[in-house]
């Protein structure tokens, strides 16, 4: 059974082999398949049209199924691989181990963003950004540049306290909490952390940096998180949405996975201590 486990407490064995598995994903071609992907759902994910994988309800269920395929392809190189989270409220410095070279590697230079160290650093050969929106080819961040500050704990916890899943219009107008999850509503939590880490990770093309794996798998724990505080609080839309997924309709571009067949993680994979970041229960209301 798989088990996702919080960066911060990987063993150096455990990352040396993420890393590998990541970049023999990346030499046989199989990972930019999975930034062509996400780009096209940027692209084509609007307010007023069709929307799957981002700014509506599938979201979450969308970037579950998209994290369980790379989490597949990952094990096919190394089936003692997991995805790690990478908890930003918790390791929310530059100068966390997250990256240190041994792992994700550091910011990139002033001058042009280029990460320098670590294996992912376009000096080290083995990662050329080939699906881009621009002519750059390597990877770059801005860690802290464009928003100086990450979520805080008590900013997460006022998003997992909202009990209704999500609301009409259903888009990135709504309540709820997969829309201030999601960040386009409120403290913002999922888009800042990409604005924070900058470079590729501003963009559509955001699977080119190998932390976008570790905030989404995070993102992912935290629906979990809701799950368990709301038992009585159900995925939404029940049906009959135009342009939304419903429950039980089936998401592109697997169309073969509904909402409704991805809410129970355990069927798929359990967390080192899904409870573990919880704070201590508030005041009573
Ligand atoms: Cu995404």
């Given amino acids: 059974m798989t088990v996702r486990k919080n960066q911060a407490s990987l063993t150096s064995d455990e990352k040396r082999r993420f890393v ?139 998003v997992l306290a909202m009990a209704t899943y999500d609301m009409a219009p259903w888009n990135s107008a709504s309540d709820g909490f997969r829309n201030h999850l999601e960040g386009w509503r409120g403290v913002n939590l999922h888009n800042r952390v990409h604005v924070w880490v900058g470079g590729q990770m501003g963009t559509g093309v955001s699977p080119n940096d190998p932390v976008f794996w570790l905030h989404h798998a995070y993102i992912d724990k935290l629906w979990a998180q809701w799950q368990r505080r709301h038992p009585g609080s159900a995925y939404l839309p029940g049906g009959g949405t135009p342009d939304v997924v419903d429950l039980h309709e089936t998401m592109k571009p697997w169309n073969d996975t509904a909402p409704a067949d991805l809410l129970d993680h355990t069927a798929y994979y359990t967390f080192d201590a899904l409870d573990a970041d919880r704070p201590a229960r508030a005041v009573a209301g």
């Fill in 20 to 158: 590998a598995a990541v970049l023999e994903l990346k030499r046989n071609g199989r990972y930019d398949a999975f930034v062509t992907t996400h780009n096209a759902f940027i692209l084509g994910d609007t307010d007023n049209g069709e929307r799957t994988g981002h700014r509506s309800p599938s979201f979450l269920p969308w970037h579950r199924r998209f994290l369980l395929e790379f989490e597949r392809a990952l094990q096919s190189v190394d089936a003692s691989v997991s995805l790690p989270y990478w908890d930003w409220s918790a390791d929310r410095s530059p100068r966390s181990s997250l990256w240190a070279p041994d792992f994700l590697g550091g910011s990139g230079r002033s001058r042009d963003g280029q990460v320098m160290d670590g294996p992912f650093a376009a000096s080290a050969g083995a990662w050329p950004i080939n699906v881009r929106v621009d002519g750059r080819t390597y990877l770059r961040r801005a860690l802290g540049a464009g928003v100086r500050e990450l979520p805080t704990r008590s900013e997460v916890d006022s």
